[in-house]
């Protein structure tokens, strides 16, 4: 696909004393994501919003510091995918740490029973006979399942980050900072996040109550779960405001430390990587692909097991499953993908990857064969590839009476407001949806396919313009020759941590390419020279659209990160290369 280079309005940097120690190309690029005082790039601790606006969190905080003290039996539902299973993890370990004898997790078979707290999973509950039922990373749409709860006597604390319906479940608190009347600054706040600010102030609660001074119990540093906030955060890929930085930040260093959870360093080890030189990038592309295999083929227990484990030992034998789990998806993901290409050449008769006017602007993709728990991803690889809003299905049954569809989105679309008025305008086509602005989930009756395809494809026209359809590469500009170094990259690498609108710093420049070839069969290697000097660079070019035309490279034009290669010891710097053109 012909992509657009746009370069960021980027103001020159003014000489000042507190700047001074921070590289000129970084400088540019913190200005030019909002960042306008060095004060806002210290991430410490202290620099957390405070629980004061968090609605509905002094409720929860009471109910929970009860059933601590009364020694009552809490049942934690999480969701199966990587903010689930991180946050399930952080509400286990910390009501353990600060006293809790009697503290269960259940994470729905998304198979079998989907996601959130539904009346079926309550009915599951029972066997757990829990007073207190907590819900991490959902609930905020559970309605009926709060309902069947309350009527069993249980009570109900919901933590959830995801946007809520017109109607609340009649919980005895919810925390959500999206929840209507809610002040909480960090409206962005991952699943994960919620949890940790939850029992953050719960230990504020039992220490007010004088229950550590009592019973004798230290009281925790919770910091020590930031791991996995850390990890939940960036996998979820939720926007990383200032708040999410100082969490994500927070928990890296944590981790280069060598002080997160075993089994984060054990999933960390089996993909290769060194911890003590994590980045972000590296939870959201190594760590959470191989923990989310788990809930997309198997059953999340497994990796939140992986999370709880304190043997190092037992922690590196489930990430070496979770490992082969991830193997196993790669390959169901590529055979999904390649269907999916030939769908798209079937809606799109010109069979032009260059011209695509004849496709929907809201993209609906479906095959019987396809998996269930790998529709979220090949919904994402096909909005990458085409650049337009995706939903891809998959039978939830046998019979295909229904379907189970994950949507992805771009710039311009609202995702899950998209799939409201969807409903709104044709309300028998939807029979249930959640999410964010960006990725959604969804169920509808199989019968009624090609009407919500339709349905959604002229609601996407309604709100986008051919503009939006144009994938944009955002540069920040060309890195100096003295500048194109390891040492650039070594300094971008842990200057972030960069995520979801804070991207990493991408660049642009003019090269001529000395040689191009192809290797591992999808993948494009060159050697290139910065134009005008003897400079040779490195580059690669993941899955490469110039397979069987490298030859044609002669001078191009690239996107690209700066990134450290290291073989034998010896370190080089290599492009990661977002986009090219022969020029």
């Not at 054990?266 to 990587?273: C, F």
Request: proline residues 4%; aromatic residues 6%.
């Amino acid at each position: 696909m012909q992509k657009k280079i746009v370069r960021r309005n980027i103001e020159p940097v003014q000489a000042s004393a507190s700047w001074a120690h921070i590289p000129e190309f970084l400088q540019r690029a913190y200005k030019a994501r909002g960042v306008n005082t060095i004060e806002e790039l210290e991430y410490t601790l202290s620099r957390l919003a405070t629980t004061e606006h968090l609605k509905g969190i002094a409720a929860a905080s009471k109910i929970l510091a009860d059933a601590v003290q009364h020694q009552r039996r809490i049942l934690i539902v999480g969701d199966f995918d990587c903010d689930g299973a991180t946050s399930t993890s952080v509400a286990t370990l910390a009501l353990k740490m600060m006293g809790a004898t009697s503290v269960d997790y259940l994470v729905p078979n998304r198979f079998e029973y989907g996601y959130g707290l539904t009346p079926e999973i309550v009915e599951v509950a029972k066997a757990f006979s829990p007073d207190v039922l907590v819900t991490v990373d959902n609930g905020i749409a559970s309605c009926e399942g709060v309902a069947a709860a309350n009527k069993l006597g249980i009570s109900v604390v919901v933590t959830d980050h995801h946007l809520p319906g017109n109607t609340l479940p009649d919980a005895d608190a919810i925390v959500n900072p999206n929840q209507p009347g809610c002040e909480f600054i960090s409206k962005s706040a991952a699943g994960v996040g919620v949890i940790f600010y939850v029992m953050s102030d719960l230990r504020r609660e039992l220490r007010e109550s004088l229950w550590f001074e009592r019973t004798g119990i230290v009281e925790p540093n919770l910091a020590s779960l930031l791991d996995l906030v850390a990890l939940g955060t960036i996998a979820d890929v939720v926007p990383l405001d200032a708040n999410n930085r100082i969490l994500v930040e927070q928990g890296i260093r944590r981790i280069r430390a060598g002080k997160a959870r075993p089994g984060i360093l054990a999933l960390i080890d089996v993909a290769g990587k060194d911890y003590r030189n994590l980045a972000a990038s590296d939870l959201g592309f190594v760590v959470g692909p191989r923990l989310n295999a788990a809930g997309r083929l198997d059953d999340m227990s497994i990796g939140i097991e992986c999370l709880l484990c304190d043997d190092p030992l037992k922690a590196r034998q489930i990430a070496l499953r979770l490992d082969e789990l991830n193997q196993e998806r790669k390959q169901i993901e590529g055979e999904m993908k390649a269907h999916a290409s030939v769908l798209v050449d079937e809606l799109n008769q010109t069979n032009s990857e260059s011209d695509n006017s004849a496709l929907p602007w809201g993209m609906c993709l479906y095959d019987e064969t396809w998996h269930q728990g790998v529709i979220g991803i090949l919904a994402s690889r096909m909005k990458e590839k085409f650049h337009r809003p995706v939903i891809a299905f998959a039978p939830a049954d046998d019979d295909c009476v229904e379907l189970k569809g994950s949507a992805r989105s771009i710039a311009g679309l609202h995702i899950r407001d998209a799939l409201d008025r969807v409903a709104t305008r044709y309300p028998s086509l939807l029979s249930k949806f959640g999410g964010h602005s960006m990725a959604a989930g969804m169920t509808i009756a199989g019968k009624n396919y090609e009407a919500f395809a339709h349905a959604f494809d002229e609601v996407v026209r309604e709100e986008l313009d051919e503009s939006n359809l144009e994938a944009v590469i955002v540069s920040d500009g060309e890195l100096a020759v003295h500048e194109l170094n390891v040492s650039t990259a070594e300094v971008l690498r842990k200057a972030g941590p960069w995520g979801q609108n804070f991207l990493e710093p991408v660049y642009d420049g003019v090269f001529e390419v000395v040689q191009a070839r192809i290797v591992g069969a999808k993948h494009l290697k060159l050697l290139l020279q910065v134009e005008g000097t003897d400079l040779l660079i490195d580059g690669i070019e993941f899955n490469s659209d110039w397979v069987g035309r490298e030859a044609e490279l002669k001078k191009v034009k690239v996107a690209y990160r700066p990134d450290v290669n290291e073989f034998r010891g010896r370190k080089s710097l290599q492009l990661m290369v977002q986009y090219l053109e022969a020029i």
